[in-house]
C-alpha cells in the first residue's frame, strides 16, 4: 500500500514541482523535486542551478521546504504601488 504526500500549502507533490529548499547553511534556495519515495515518505531535491551532486532528501514533513509563492509574495509586496493619500498641502504650495 502506497502512502500519499501531506496536503501541504502551495507544494505540489510530483516530479518537476517547484520550491523551495533550506540547504544545511541554512540558506534557501530555488528547487525541484526530483524523485518520491513512497515508502519512506521523502522527496528528493534539487536545487536548480546547482550541480546534482548537492541533491538532498528531504521528509515530505520537512519544515526545509517551502511553496515558491512565499518569496513571489514578498517581492510582490515590496514592488506594489501604494497610493499615497492626497493631503491638503498640495493645494497651498505656490
Known amino acids: 500500500m502506497n502512502k500519499t504526500p501531506p496536503n501541504r500549502r502551495g507544494i505540489t507533490f510530483e516530479v518537476g514541482a517547484q520550491l523551495e529548499a533550506r540547504d544545511s547553511l541554512k540558506n534557501w534556495y530555488a528547487a525541484n523535486i526530483e524523485k518520491i519515495d513512497y515508502e519512506d515518505e521523502k522527496v528528493l531535491i534539487h ?42 498641502f498640495s493645494l497651498y504650495i505656490l
Open 47 to 88: 536545487y536548480r542551478q546547482w550541480s546534482h551532486r548537492y541533491d538532498e532528501w528531504f521528509d515530505w514533513t520537512s519544515p526545509y521546504l517551502r511553496p515558491v509563492e512565499r518569496v513571489q509574495l514578498r517581492r510582490q509586496g515590496l514592488n506594489d504601488d501604494i497610493s499615497m493619500p492626497v493631503s491638503n
